[in-house]
DNA sequence: AGTGAAAGAATCACTTA
DNA sequence: TAAGTGATTCTTTCACT
């Protein structure tokens, strides 16, 4: 499915995608075309997703990460419709798993300090009646942040 | 520091960084060279890290999800760094926070299946001598996960 | 997979308000 | 201090080999 030749393009471009088809076909001992006819190709079949500016939370005054542990009774499928829309739609809300074992959803937010997070906290429980138990941690320091996937051989 | 034109750019290149610069000016109403000159600008002080391809990860056949909570006795300096650069170098780990409260560190981490997850575990806990507690949570799904970041007002 | 041409985009010195 | 014009250069894209 994907040759040598594909997986180092993937790589280059998880890493920078500013990169010219040049230097992109260069680094793949390709000529332009052959190198753009593969991206496309790579872009087409859904393994590229897109292309996106990643910007500096510390800059934006996002300093603060919280993860958010929910336990909840509720387990129909209105309930779960409707918990799964207000909290997508909460921009806060960076990443959020529905999870196997001790509890129920796993949350990653970032807001600008403590105060942001009560904010979004209060904004959560009164958005979402039904969760029993939601624990919050906080993170003292970011020590990895990667969007790069490992591209499997 | 950040006008309501500069808000917008940043709102725009983090859902789509291919957007020509001709639609990006339109869209602030500016002609091409100013808002190369913001863009340049938001650049060089930073709020722009970088431009990255987002990768699918279930084409790429990394399905599994796991959260892994870390408690250590280990608190020196010396054990820390060691414990930093080996879990920075696996791929297969995503985000990695020191945290507060009741365990020390949570790392997201992706892989193919249970029986990768296996192998990076042992890896793990080989590489790091000192971790008392480690237990691994499992998404069943994704509900979001998003890079874009709240630009505040 | 490669060549070469045409179209499109980024970059910058210079001008204007 | 911020925006615009226009020229130059670099990039992407595609029909054809």
């Not at 088809?21 to 087409?44: G, H, I, M, Y």
């Not at 499928?77 to 999870?99: C, G, H, I, N």
């Amino acid at each position: 499915m994907l040759d040598k030749t594909d997986r180092k393009l993937l790589c280059l471009l998880q890493q920078d995608c500013t990169l010219s088809l040049q230097v992109l076909a260069e680094a793949v001992n390709l000529t332009s075309t052959p190198c753009w006819k593969r991206l496309k190709r790579l872009e087409d079949e859904g393994f590229i997703r897109g292309r996106v500016a990643l910007l500096d939370h510390e800059k934006l005054g996002l300093s603060l990460t919280a993860f958010v542990m929910i336990k909840t009774q509720q387990h129909n499928s209105d309930w779960y419709q409707r918990f799964v829309k207000q909290t997508k739609d909460m921009p806060e809300v960076l990443a959020f798993y529905r999870m196997a074992g001790e509890f129920d959803y796993l949350m990653q937010v970032r807001v600008a300090d403590m105060k942001s997070y009560d904010g979004f906290y209060k904004r959560l429980v009164n958005a979402v009646p039904g969760l029993i138990d939601v624990t919050s941690s906080f993170a003292m320091e970011e020590i990895k942040y990667t969007t790069i996937l490992p591209v499997p051989e």
